[in-house]
């Protein structure tokens, strides 16, 4: 939830999120003995999970009932948008625990349950948290840090190459490891440095 005093001069109101710069998504139909840490290491396969800037802990939510137990469902903040998109394609109607039922993933939605408080707005939090954004943009930051190789260009893409070899070839002759990743740096290079 945000809320927002800029220039309407009436105080703190309610407002929907962007949609654009939402990258939270929700998550039902969980296996209820699932813990946090099995939580986390689920939605991390598809995306990084962002950090609150000042407690550095991972945003997250998994709801519970009165009494303490996990309801099935959760929430997730992802440090990128994209990584929505890739959690929805990728673990959505999958089937987890005993199989009973599928998870089902979407992007979050916020809306305004009750009347609005504005007592109960957050804190305005220091500078602070424009360092720690900068730290969290550099964990997607590929190029090399000091001594070593020159920096890589920011721009740079990863292109992840399948079924180019049977590992099984390796263990016939080790060599062919050398090889093969030779052939394929040389096969690159011809598209680019």
Known sequence: AVVSTQSTGKGPEWFQMDSDKNTWVYVSGL???????????????????????????????????????????????????????????????????????????????????????????????????????????NLLDWRERAGGEELKEKHAKIVILHHCFDPKEFLEDACQITEIRDDIKEECEKLGP
């Open 31 to 137: 296996p209820l003995t699932m813990t946090e840490t099995e939580f986390l290491e689920l939605v991390g396969k598809y995306g990084i999970v962002a950090e609150h800037p000042e407690t550095e802990k991972k945003k997250f939510k998994m709801y519970t009932d009165g009494e303490g137990n996990f309801k099935g469902d959760a929430k997730v903040c992802y440090f990128r948008k994209e990584s929505i998109a890739i959690a929805i394609q990728m673990l959505n109607g999958v089937k987890l625990g005993n199989g009973n039922t599928k998870v089902k993933v979407e992007e979050a939605k916020f809306e305004l349950k009750g009347e609005f408080d504005p007592k109960l707005k957050p804190k305005k939090r220091s500078n602070n948290k424009k360092k720690k954004k900068n730290r969290q943009e």
